[in-house]
């Protein structure tokens, strides 16, 4: 990373406000986390524990802080996203040496962004803007309390915050994965937003779920795959999907990559290029909630049609394949 990318003409989304573009069933499942019993005293004591010092201080004594003379590409991409962005308070950047790639938005009055360092070394120049962007989104959406939450107890483990004791902490903890997951839907939209890319947006995916040169990999066969991943498969399938994501904190990859695409095929994204959406302020305060919910009912309700029609079926076949041998069992 030694020379700064010559940024394309991005479209400025002045004042734009995070309901723009978050996901329904981010919303939804934030109210019900936030309705978990529990909930408030847990974030609560962790939050009084260690506060926004300590939690900022275990990333400045073991990370970079990117600057002018620090990561200069990297904060060059930071002051790109936070323009288009509309964003004025831009936040701090940490590069953290790490091997697995993953970036994050933490804190509580001040939040910032953490990227692994495995990250920059597998994703290009438009590919960081793409994660900064995402990032940033997290940030502007209020995220960064809860996640900084959840990433605490899945670190540090239950038994090493004793000052949780006495609280029933596995629906809390379930709860915080299951938003975390839709927060990134969000988030991905803000990437998106950010570099206004899509083709290179679909193309972080990719390298998320494998790694590698995209010039040993073929995008197009990864877009297929992940529709593959959606729509096909038995309700056997379908158990084991909701199974494998119930102790992730993000989703797989190619059902981001679905997820987003869907949403640009839909407009959305190409309206809000356009200009239009919610601006921040009074825009974005006089949308009501019941609005969030019944999106998110529709989307949790396309989720489980899937589930519900593939064990129907399955259950009718298995009917019929027995009532069938029943009767070829009765002639012999």
Same mark, same amino acid.
């Given at each position: 990373m030694t020379s700064i990318p010559t940024a394309r003409n991005r479209v400025i989304l002045s004042q734009i406000a995070p309901v723009a573009w978050e996901h329904p069933a981010d919303r939804a499942a934030l109210q019900s986390l936030r309705a978990v019993p529990g909930f408030d005293e847990a974030v609560r004591k962790i939050v009084g524990f260690f506060g926004e010092r300590g939690i900022r201080l275990l990333f400045?004594?073991?990370?970079?802080?990117? /600057?002018?003379?620090?990561?200069? &590409? !990297?904060?060059?991409?930071? $002051?790109? &996203? =936070?323009?288009? *962005?509309?964003?004025?308070?831009?936040?701090?950047?940490? &590069?953290?040496?790490?091997?697995? @790639?993953?970036?994050?938005? @933490? /804190?509580?009055?001040?939040?910032?962004?953490?990227?692994?360092?495995?990250?920059?070394?597998l994703l290009d120049h438009d590919e960081l803007r793409?994660? @900064?962007?995402?990032? !940033?989104?997290?940030? *502007?959406?209020?995220?960064? !309390?809860?996640?900084? @939450?959840?990433?605490?107890?899945?670190?540090?483990?239950?038994?090493?915050?004793?000052?949780?004791?006495?609280?029933?902490?596995?629906?809390?903890?379930?709860?915080?994965?299951?938003?975390?997951?839709?927060?990134? !839907?969000?988030s991905d939209r803000a990437g998106l937003l950010a570099s206004q890319d899509p083709r290179t947006s679909m193309r972080v995916f990719l390298k998320l779920a494998g790694g590698g040169k995209t010039s040993d990999m073929d995008l197009d066969a990864f877009l297929v795959q992940a529709r593959e991943y959606e729509d096909?498969?038995?309700?056997?399938?379908?158990?084991?999907?909701?199974?494998? $994501?119930? =102790?992730?904190?993000?989703?797989?990859?190619?059902?981001? =990559?679905?997820?987003?695409?869907?949403?640009?095929?839909?407009?959305?994204?190409?309206?809000? &290029?356009?200009?239009?959406?919610?601006?921040?302020?009074?825009?974005?305060?006089q949308r009501p909630l019941k609005d969030d919910l019944s999106e998110a009912a529709a989307h949790y309700a396309r989720e489980a049609r899937k589930t519900v029609e593939g064990v129907t079926d399955a259950a009718k076949r298995a009917a019929e394949a027995f009532s069938q041998a029943f009767k070829d069992a009765t002639k012999r």
């Open positions: 400045q004594a073991n990370a970079v802080r990117v /600057g002018p003379t620090q990561f200069p &590409v !990297l904060h060059t991409l930071l $002051t790109e &996203v =936070a323009t288009t *962005m509309d964003w004025p308070d831009v936040p701090e950047l940490y &590069v953290t040496q790490t091997p697995f @790639v993953n970036a994050a938005a @933490v /804190g509580i009055d001040r939040p910032f962004i953490v990227l692994n360092s495995a990250a920059i070394e793409v994660l @900064v962007g995402h990032e !940033l989104g997290h940030v *502007m959406s209020g995220h960064a !309390l809860y996640r900084t @939450v959840l990433i605490l107890i899945l670190e540090l483990g239950f038994q090493n915050l004793p000052f949780l004791a006495g609280l029933a902490l596995l629906p809390v903890k379930l709860a915080l994965l299951e938003w975390y997951r839709k927060s990134e !839907l969000s096909k498969g038995g309700p056997l399938d379908t158990i084991y999907k909701i199974l494998n $994501t119930l =102790a992730i904190t993000h989703p797989f990859a190619t059902l981001r =990559a679905a997820e987003l695409q869907r949403w640009i095929e839909a407009g959305h994204y190409d309206r809000i &290029v356009r200009g239009e959406y919610a601006r921040r302020g009074a825009e974005q305060d």
